[in-house]
């Protein structure tokens, strides 16, 4: 509100005998409060209604018309600003600087998908979230990622989120913004490698599913941990799992895990061998994370400007380089003690330091986690759609052949159906 104020009372100046324009906005200007209101309340009638739409009237087509609106409103009317993939970094660095104020609505945009995650699942991406209604549009013949290729790529979205979240604490930028690929599209304007990273993967988005979504969305990580332990659920068939295998080839993300009644068997020692030394690797790789996290922390705090200014300042006052830059020379003209600039960057530089650290170890966890899950051995009864990774799109539900039984549509021949109960 005070930035919408601010920007009507103090209009900016003109350049009338220089000719000098002043560079445009790079995010959408500040709207009025009773704005910022309504797209709360969009928002969380767009959750509301993705949820009844998944779980309960089990809709596609309604899916998809949500979508076309969210991407719409959300998308090419708002702008892509405010998002809830961004406002994490609000929130991180609200969290790490008591100074800094987090918005009410960038709260509400960053925490309401989240409580619906934990209560509904990931509806947020089925139909609300514009990037994802956006690359679902454009799915056209999907194809099937390796498996090898589809876990180490998984593993992205962890790293961007953890690398995200210690640029934003550490007032280093918001980078998911930086380099969001897809607000380009909805502002019609950008920088050239970012309209081509957003062009380019809307083509890959059609034979790839969402590969935004899958492979480089930090939130969904988040997503994913609250959809983990959800009440509700998407459930594939409306009643019983026949195995006719028709649900997995209609998913175009690889979110359903498959029965293993059919699965060949393994010995349980080699299970338990290979738990084991799994387990045992998670520490060696918890310390690797720190330690090259805190190495890393120190690189990039020469990134920051005050410790740049410091360390040209250092190098001048030792002779070790003639002449100054704008920046010392200006630092120079305020008259302040060098020792004062030298404490300044001790301390950026050691919360960089510890924000590289926690980094490292976050990854390490990541990886030495996803190990240790594959090491796991699980038994199923039925195909399932993967409580983490299921992006409550409704596709699955039109190919199987209990859910068109319901529907009372024709059911294609030879598929199995269960006896009714």
Same mark, same amino acid.
């Given at each position: 509100?005070?930035?919408?104020?601010?920007?009507?009372?103090?209009?900016?100046?003109?350049?009338?005998?220089?000719?000098?324009?002043?560079?445009?906005?790079?995010?959408?200007?500040?709207?009025?409060?009773?704005?910022?209101?309504?797209?709360?309340?969009?928002?969380?009638?767009?959750?509301?209604?993705?949820?009844?739409?998944?779980? !309960?009237?089990?809709?596609?087509?309604?899916?998809?018309?949500?979508?076309?609106?969210?991407?719409?409103?959300?998308?090419?009317? !708002?702008?892509?600003?405010?998002?809830?993939?961004?406002?994490?970094?609000?929130?991180?660095?609200?969290?790490?600087?008591?100074?800094?104020?987090?918005?009410?609505?960038?709260?509400?945009?960053?925490?309401?998908?989240?409580?619906?995650?934990?209560?509904?699942?990931?509806?947020?991406?089925?139909?609300?979230?514009?990037?994802?209604? #956006?690359?679902? *549009?454009? #799915?056209?013949?999907?194809?099937?990622?390796?498996?090898?290729?589809?876990?180490?790529? !998984?593993?992205?979205? +962890?790293?961007?989120?953890?690398?995200?979240?210690?640029?934003?604490?550490?007032?280093?930028?918001?980078?998911?913004? $930086?380099?969001?690929?897809?607000?380009?599209?909805?502002?019609?304007?950008?920088?050239?490698?970012?309209?081509?990273?957003?062009?380019?993967?809307?083509?890959?988005?059609?034979?790839?599913?969402?590969?935004?979504?899958?492979?480089?969305?930090?939130?969904?990580?988040?997503?994913?941990?609250?959809?983990?332990?959800?009440?509700? =659920?998407?459930?594939?068939?409306?009643?019983?799992?026949?195995?006719?295998?028709?649900?997995?080839?209609?998913?175009?993300?690889?979110?359903?895990?498959?029965?293993?009644?059919?699965?060949?068997?393994?010995?349980?020692?080699?299970?338990?061998?290979?738990?084991?030394?799994?387990?045992?690797?998670?520490?060696?790789?918890?310390?690797?994370?720190?330690? %090259?996290?805190?190495?890393?922390?120190?690189?990039?705090?020469?990134?920051?400007?005050?410790?740049?200014?410091?360390?040209?300042?250092? #190098?001048?006052?030792?002779?070790?380089?003639?002449?100054?830059?704008?920046?010392? &020379?200006?630092?120079?003209?305020?008259?302040?003690?060098?020792?004062?600039?030298?404490?300044?960057?001790?301390?950026?530089?050691?919360? +960089?330091? %510890?924000?590289? =650290?926690?980094?490292?170890?976050?990854?390490?966890?990541?990886?030495?986690?996803? *190990?240790?899950?594959?090491?796991?051995?699980?038994?199923?009864?039925? +195909?399932?759609?993967?409580?983490? =990774?299921?992006?409550?799109?409704?596709?699955?539900?039109?190919?199987?052949? $209990?859910?068109? $039984?319901? *529907?009372?549509?024709?059911?294609?021949?030879?598929?199995?159906? &269960?006896?009714?109960?």
């Amino acid at each position: 509100m005070i930035l919408f104020l601010a920007a009507q009372r103090f209009p900016p100046p003109e350049f009338s005998e220089t000719g000098h324009k002043l560079p445009g906005f790079n995010t959408p200007l500040p709207r009025g409060p009773w704005l910022e209101h309504l797209d709360v309340i969009v928002l969380l009638a767009a959750l509301a209604l993705a949820a009844w739409l998944a779980l !309960r009237r089990r809709s596609r087509r309604g899916l998809v018309a949500l979508g076309i609106f969210s991407l719409l409103y959300f998308g090419f009317w !708002r702008k892509g600003c405010i998002c809830s993939i961004g406002s994490i970094q609000n929130m991180a660095q609200g969290l790490a600087d008591s100074s800094f104020g987090v918005p009410a609505t960038v709260l509400a945009f960053g925490l309401a998908p989240l409580v619906f995650a934990l209560l509904f699942g990931r509806v947020f991406c089925s139909a609300v979230c514009p990037h994802g209604a #956006l690359q679902d *549009l454009m #799915l056209i013949k999907p194809v099937r990622v390796p498996v090898w290729l589809e876990h180490g790529l !998984r593993l992205i979205p +962890y790293i961007y989120l953890g690398l995200a979240l210690v640029f934003a604490a550490t007032g280093g930028g918001y980078i998911i913004c $930086q380099y969001d690929p897809f607000v380009t599209i909805f502002r019609l304007s950008g920088s050239v490698l970012m309209v081509a990273c957003g062009i380019g993967l809307l083509v890959l988005g059609m034979f790839v599913g969402r590969p935004y979504c899958r492979f480089l969305c930090p939130y969904g990580v988040l997503l994913g941990f609250a959809s983990s332990v959800s009440k509700w =659920r998407v459930r594939i068939t409306p009643d019983t799992c026949t195995q006719c295998r028709l649900c997995e080839q209609s998913c175009p993300f690889d979110a359903i895990n498959k029965s293993t009644i059919d699965a060949p068997s393994r010995s349980m020692t080699t299970d338990k061998r290979l738990l084991a030394a799994m387990i045992l690797l998670l520490p060696v790789l918890l310390i690797a994370g720190g330690l %090259l996290g805190g190495v890393t922390g120190k690189n990039l705090a020469r990134k920051h400007r005050i410790v740049n200014l410091a360390e040209r300042v250092y #190098l001048e006052e030792t002779g070790k380089e003639s002449g100054t830059t704008d920046a010392s &020379a200006a630092f120079r003209v305020t008259g302040e003690p060098v020792e004062n600039l030298y404490a300044d960057a001790r301390t950026v530089r050691d919360r +960089y330091v %510890l924000a590289g =650290r926690l980094c490292g170890l976050w990854i390490a966890l990541v990886i030495g986690g996803k *190990l240790i899950m594959l090491a796991i051995r699980r038994k199923r009864h039925d +195909y399932e759609a993967d409580q983490t =990774r299921c992006l409550a799109c409704a596709r699955c539900f039109t190919d199987c052949p $209990q859910e068109l $039984q319901r *529907l009372g549509l024709s059911v294609p021949e030879g598929v199995p159906l &269960a006896p009714p109960l």
